[in-house]
């Protein structure tokens, strides 16, 4: 029965990291066809990610009203502070884009794994094996070698990157403890965040867009094939969100830092199959880093997950004794006495 219950389990996270690359892969592919000047040139990336969020809370709603899923109580200023770190973590990332040269922006991505480690260690006291420290070096290694190119920084692209990683590792950490914290699901979770985050991105998008692009969305024209991209973008964003709350929730921000480097290799592929992108040796060489890396990381969970599966059983057996012990002594109704070996009764003097 429990051998069933764990192949249920390594069934169902597969399924969830397996929906995160697709999704997430699929999304950047179409928002890549969205946005390029030889696609339908729609620059507007942060009104696109409150349409993403828009669809989403719908969802969510169909979901709760149909029956589902449950609606669990959530503190509102919990909601707001998550969306309002949510919303930094996703301007701030478009700001150090446009600000930063691409080379420094991966440099920016790939520091929010020690990111996440340091804030995991200072929130919640977490501690990390050399094992999983050492594969987290090997796979921001291997993805800096494939990624960064030209590094080019300026004071106000250096404060907006700093601002982006902060608040996405924190975003990521919260996803985790907010669903601990009320034993809530993902999903449940999810549709209480995105009305928040779809508003206000829906309100501030625009704005950010034109500073960002020097173009209204209200002057875009749109077409039949952008508004089929734009919805399909949107359906994949769907399953992307959920997905992401279900991994953090299954395992932790520092994994899901690690899968996102996974989706990074399978992005650079895609590109030179789809796309005719360059490839080059240092691309392939900084992939084949990356993926011993992941695989160094795999092997260094379960090692760990092996040693609490040892350490765990011995505490709760010897607790167990104890208890027995106990137990037996209060069955019997009375103890033995030390000096004549008879029993002694529990009457009072």
């Not at 359906?235 to 992307?240: I, K, P």
Request: charged share 10%.
């Amino acid at each position: 029965m429990e051998g069933e219950k764990k192949s249920s389990s390594a069934v169902s996270d597969m399924g969830a990291w397996a929906m995160n690359v697709v999704s997430s892969v699929g999304i950047i592919m179409a928002n890549k066809q969205l946005m390029s000047s030889n696609g339908y040139a729609f620059k507007f990336a942060t009104t696109l990610t409150g349409f993403h969020f828009a669809v989403t809370a719908i969802v969510g709603m169909i979901s709760n009203a149909t029956g589902l899923s449950t609606s669990k109580h959530v503190p509102f200023w919990e909601l707001l502070w998550f969306s309002v770190v949510a919303n930094m973590s996703i301007t701030g990332m478009n700001l150090s884009l446009m600000l930063n040269s691409v080379g420094f922006y991966q440099i920016s991505k790939l520091s929010m794994i020690p990111v996440v480690c340091i804030m995991e260690w200072m929130l919640h006291n977490k501690q990390y094996s050399r094992e999983v420290k050492l594969s987290v070096v090997i796979v921001v290694i291997g993805v800096g070698v494939c990624t960064v190119t030209d590094v080019k920084v300026n004071a106000k692209g250096f404060l907006c990157a700093c601002v982006a990683v902060v608040s996405t590792s924190l975003q990521q950490i919260s996803i985790g403890s907010l669903q601990k914290k009320y034993s809530i699901g993902s999903f449940e979770l999810l549709s209480k965040t995105t009305p928040i985050q779809a508003g206000s991105l829906l309100v501030l998008g625009p704005v950010v867009d034109y500073y960002l692009s020097g173009n209204l969305i209200f002057d875009y024209n749109f077409g039949g094939g952008v508004i089929m991209f734009i919805l399909l973008s949107c359906s994949l964003a769907v399953f992307c969100n959920v997905s992401q709350y279900l991994c953090i929730g299954r395992f932790s921000a520092v994994s899901f830092q690690v899968l996102g480097h996974m989706k990074t290799v399978c992005v650079l592929i895609l590109g030179w199959v789809l796309f005719d992108s360059q490839l080059t040796f240092k691309n392939i060489m900084g992939m084949l880093v990356a993926v011993v890396g992941m695989i160094v990381y795999s092997w260094a969970m379960e090692l760990e997950k092996q040693v609490h599966a040892k350490t765990l059983p011995h505490a709760k057996n010897s607790l167990t004794e104890e208890e027995f012990r106990l137990l037996e002594r209060i069955n019997s109704g009375a103890a033995k006495d030390p000096e004549t070996g008879g029993t002694k009764t529990g009457t009072m003097a």
